[in-house]
């Protein structure tokens, strides 16, 4: 059996999805989707909208469009998640535990929190004036997002690249706190499409909503129509030629042309076709391109019902995986059933009578070693290193004599004690219950069998 590659990434829902997002984004996911080594996660991150915005109808505005345009782009429900993170509960609970592992210091080096703070600084204002938690928070709710479902790759833009590294950051250190060995998360990937091409504006930066220079996807022919005639050229009159490399008109033709309507059309511009003819041009294209995905989309959005469906088919697929994996990282950090946990207890208390055991070995320095396991096999006790077989022998025998043992906690381990000599420790354990629960069985373990 093959693993695919899980691919995950989120859409944050604070606008509507113009051209630019469509051909930088949308349609390379969708795309990508397509994939039969992809297992794709696609995901509406409404709560991290609420972070830049506190307007009801716009944030519930936008998740609808959203929805509808990647659905309209041809994204195929049954084949990938798409969800709405708030539909996930396992994602908030995820984010707590990741909360209280993840570095305070690791958080003051966020960009998008850091540039809040300078921009204040340089106002003269509070430092932190108008910063929300959320806002601070930020890369823990993502690493949330990523880590939730293990993803491998998440596609992003540059600016989030930092984010996904914080992912791996806190991912490892809940890891190495609590995975006894086993690593719960995945470590993702930030993956930057390079030949994606960044779409021009009307002014020529980069199209934006920021910029004011967009140009409508899917809200009707007149209104791409009439963006298009606001696209800013050069003065060139008719029947002069046109330079199409220093022409942002020409770059935004290309990126939904095939080569050959592309060379087409750069030909035409050599040879002196007028602006506004060209514009035409760039019409045409895009209405027969995005024409059938705008219908559908209109037709998606007056049926919110629909909609709301598939995204609860979406958030069912996506916590088959999330409340299991969640249910295992309660446990882990110790949020667990009072009932089980006295079974757990009891049964490492009988097992660890039975049939604890020494293993003793010879590391590569020549010094000799021994191991406690419990019956499952679980290491109770590490032995110090001892110049000799006999003497590494001694100690184990003293250990089971039956006298009260000197056994030292601190923080998540302990230590065995022996005439005032550290002979062993225990391993790490996941919390103090569990540290104490092997203390219990290491004392079962060695006290002599009265047969
Ligand atoms: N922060 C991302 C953005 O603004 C959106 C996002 C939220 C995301 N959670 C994510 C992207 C998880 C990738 C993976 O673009």
């Known amino acids: 059996m093959t693993t695919r590659t899980r691919i995950l990434t989120g859409i944050t829902t604070t606008g509507t999805p113009h051209l630019g997002n469509y051909a930088g984004a949308i349609r390379p996911a969708i795309v990508a989707s397509r994939d039969s080594n992809a297992d794709s996660f696609y995901f509406l991150a ?37 969800y709405r993170q708030s539909d996930i509960p396992e ?12 570095a ?24 932190d004036a108008g910063i929300t938690m959320g806002l601070y928070s930020y890369p823990v709710l993502m690493a949330a997002d990523i ?45 930057i499409e390079e030949s994606v091409a960044t779409l021009p504006g009307l002014d020529g930066r980069k199209m934006s909503k920021s910029y ?5 996807l899917f809200s009707s022919a007149k209104e791409m129509k009439d963006a298009i005639s606001r696209i800013v050229t050069d003065s060139r009159a008719p029947g002069e030629a046109k330079d199409p490399d220093n022409s942002h008109l020409f770059t935004l033709f290309q990126a939904f042309a095939t080569p050959a309507q592309a060379d087409e059309f750069r030909s035409e511009l050599l040879q002196g076709l007028g602006w506004g003819e ?14 059938e995905s705008r219908e559908r989309y ?7 019902a629909d909609l709301e469906d598939m995204l609860q088919h979406g958030a069912k697929k996506a916590r088959a995986v999330a409340t299991p994996f969640l249910n295992e990282l309660r446990e882990a950090v110790g949020l667990r059933s009072f009932v089980a946990q006295t079974q757990v207890a009891a049964t490492t208390k009988k097992k660890a009578a039975k049939a604890a055991r020494f293993v003793s070995f010879r590391e590569d320095d020549g010094s000799f070693r021994f191991r406690l396991l419990a019956a499952d096999g679980e290491q109770l006790l590490l032995s110090r290193n001892f110049a000799d077989g006999k003497t590494a022998g001694q100690v184990a025998k003293q250990l089971q004599a039956g006298q009260a043992l000197d056994v030292r906690s601190e923080d998540l381990s302990f230590s065995v004690w022996l005439e005032g000599e550290c002979v062993g420790d225990s391993p790490a354990f996941a919390d103090s219950a569990a540290r104490d629960a092997a203390v219990e069985a290491l004392r079962i373990a060695l006290t002599p069998v009265q047969e």
Not at 173 to 187: D, P, S, V
Not at 212 to 216: A, E, G, M
Request: glycine letters at 6%; one cysteine or more; proline letters at 5%.
């Open 46 to 82: 409404d709560y991290h909208a609420l972070i830049k915005c506190d307007d009801p109808l716009r944030i519930q505005r936008s998740r609808l469009e959203i929805a509808a345009t990647w659905l309209a782009g041809g994204l195929d429900v049954d084949r990938v998640t798409f």
């Open 91 to 102: 994602i908030p609970e995820l984010t707590w535990l990741l909360t209280c592992v993840a």
């Open 104 to 127: 305070k210091g690791l958080l003051n080096r966020a960009h998008a929190y850091k540039a809040s703070v300078d921009k204040n600084v340089e106002t003269g204002e509070d430092p």
């Open 147 to 191: 880590l939730m479902f293990n993803a491998h790759k998440v596609p992003v833009g540059r600016d989030q690249i930092q984010h996904v590294e914080m992912a791996r950051d806190i991912g490892q250190r809940f890891n190495h706190l609590f995975g006894q060995g086993k690593e719960f998360f995945t470590m993702p990937e930030a993956l």
């Open 212 to 216: 004011d220079n967009t140009i409508p």
């Open 278 to 291: 060209a514009k035409n041009r760039l019409f045409q294209l895009l209405d027969s391109e995005l024409g």
């Open 298 to 304: 209109h037709h998606l959005i007056e049926r919110p």
